[in-house]
């Protein structure tokens, strides 16, 4: 399956230790991320990640183009929801672009292990017959 993945930079450390800790599943699959999150996840769980732009350089876009073509099957999403984000517009595209397209989306850590447990599981195959 292909995983897409951000992380505001008040939860990139927590990013990285969420991959530290599930890199068994996640090395099973596909991932991609925008620039400074795939570099840092990169780093320390050594997994490969197709890294886009940097979020506010047009990464969350480009992962967005993805979603609206319906080729992620799940988003990791670890936001910040105390500080404002100038690119905001952005952030709420990819929340209604996966809506949109039913792509599980987790906002924080305790969604994201709940839905990578369930992958690990075969609980997400259902998507592999929505996307036909």
């Known amino acids: 399956m292909n995983i897409g993945m951000i992380a505001h930079d ?8 969420f991959c530290i800790a599930y890199r068994g599943i996640l090395s099973k699959h596909s991932l991609y991320a925008t620039g400074t999150t795939g570099r840092l996840i990169e780093e320390v769980a050594n997994l490969n990640v197709h890294k886009y732009l ?37 952030v709420n595209n990819i929340f209604q672009l996966c809506d949109k397209h039913n792509i599980p989306l987790a906002t924080n850590l305790a969604t994201a292990e709940l839905l990578i447990k369930a992958l690990d599981r075969g609980d997400l195959d259902w998507r592999e017959i929505f996307k036909s």
Do not use: Y
Request: glycine share 8%; proline share 7%; hydrophobic share 35%.
């Open 10 to 17: 008040a939860k990139k450390k927590l990013m990285q230790n």
């Open 54 to 90: 940097a979020g506010h350089l047009g990464g969350e876009q480009q992962l967005g183009a993805q979603i609206e073509h319906n080729q992620l099957d799940l988003i990791i999403f670890l936001r910040d929801p105390l500080t404002p984000k100038s690119h905001e517009p952005d």
